[in-house]
């Protein structure tokens, strides 16, 4: 495809190749564009309209809601809710599946999203974004039940994310590769700017939040020691880190440069009853599908995401994705350590 490609245009070109496609696909997907088109301006202007700052209500997480949080999901569910491609949809600020209202058709797929990633930079000028994830509904499924959502991220027919930086893009696989497309403003256009995107196998760069170091299990604990040793340690390389506490930003600088980021379990959120703070549905499933299409690797340290039975809507898992060579490097430190803990 050459430059200067719209992602409508690559969508329907790459549609042609799916037997009996019916065009719904490519449709929801433009809905979706326009739904992130809409959070990137919002995005944008918020200092200039009042609504950056907290909402000062809370989500099923417990977790206060920004204006943007609240903004952006009902921008999405407005977006989608009439189109008849979706039999219904669930995102992180909602408790529960959203039917579709009974005066719109009803369609053949479910759209799960984080409309609003990295919500502690928002007010602080840092990218964030949005990510979705789009299953098939079970046939004839008319008012889809949380269990009708939980489905392995194998079953994902498209995951995407919209990064709100510098620059807008859209980054997203239906499972033939990645692609990256940016917003040109002056045509209101996501153009092909970045084709068949790749993580390089191994890489010098980790991302993790190092403040919740004292928590951590000691594989994690090994891995992130050796990286920090550097070349007079077992790695004999130097390493660089990064953490820009938004995961979408983290996963673009993956794709873009390599990388690995981890947000494992660790102690702390162990005593909260918890399971990870990233969530499967909307976060490490779409992310995970991402990332394996573009050559790297996503698991949760013990065993691949995407092959996960999920057992509820807002699950949490640990999450370790990025260059295959470290991700496999970090699994082998927890079987090692299993290991030893099951021989123990
Ligand atoms: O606050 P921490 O521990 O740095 O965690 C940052 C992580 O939490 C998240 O912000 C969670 O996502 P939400 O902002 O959608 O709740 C991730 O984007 C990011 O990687």
């Not at 050459?2 to 329907?12: A, D, K, P, V």
């Not at 799916?18 to 992130?36: Q, R």
């Not at 992130?224 to 930003?249: L, Q, T």
Request: net charge negative; aromatic share 6%.
């Amino acid at each position: 495809m050459e430059h200067g490609t719209t992602l409508t245009q690559f969508i329907i070109e790459e549609q042609r190749q799916v037997p009996g496609a019916t065009g719904d696909f490519t449709s929801l997907l433009n809905d979706t564009l326009t739904a992130c088109k809409k959070i990137a301006c919002a995005v944008n202007r918020g200092g200039l309209i009042g609504i950056l700052g907290s909402a000062d209500t809370e989500n099923v997480q417990g977790e206060t809601q920004k204006k943007l949080d609240v903004i952006s999901n009902d921008v999405m569910v407005d977006a989608l809710e009439w189109t008849g491609h979706l039999a219904g949809m669930a995102s992180e600020e909602m408790d529960d599946p959203l039917p579709i209202p009974a005066e719109y058709p009803k369609g053949k797929y479910l759209m799960l999203f984080d409309p609003l990633d990295g919500s502690s930079n928002i007010d602080v000028n840092v990218s964030v974004g949005t990510i979705f994830s789009i299953l098939r509904a079970p046939e004839g499924c008319d008012n889809p039940t949380v269990e009708d959502f939980l489905q392995p991220g194998t079953q994902q027919v498209c995951a995407g994310y919209a990064i709100y930086g510098p620059a807008t893009m859209l980054v997203l696989t239906t499972g033939h590769g990645v692609n990256g497309f940016t917003l040109d403003r002056s045509i209101g256009e996501f153009i092909l700017s970045h084709p068949n995107m790749t993580i390089p196998e191994e890489t010098g760069e980790f991302a993790i939040n190092m403040s919740n170091q004292r928590f951590w299990e000691a594989p994690v604990k090994r891995y992130v020691d050796e990286c920090i040793a550097g070349s007079e340690g077992p790695r004999g390389r130097d390493f660089n880190m990064r953490w820009i506490a938004s995961m979408v930003a983290e996963v673009h600088r993956i794709l873009t440069r390599g990388g690995v980021f981890m947000y494992p379990i660790d102690e702390k959120i162990k005593a909260k009853g918890q399971d990870g703070k990233l969530r499967l549905m909307y976060e490490a499933n779409p992310m995970g599908f991402i990332v394996e299409q573009a050559g790297g690797a996503a698991s949760t340290g013990r065993e691949r995401i995407m092959e996960i039975q999920p057992n509820g809507l807002h699950q949490r898992v640990p999450v370790v994705l990025g260059s295959k060579n470290e991700v496999e490097r970090v699994e082998e430190y927890h079987r090692e350590a299993d290991g030893k803990q099951a021989v123990a």
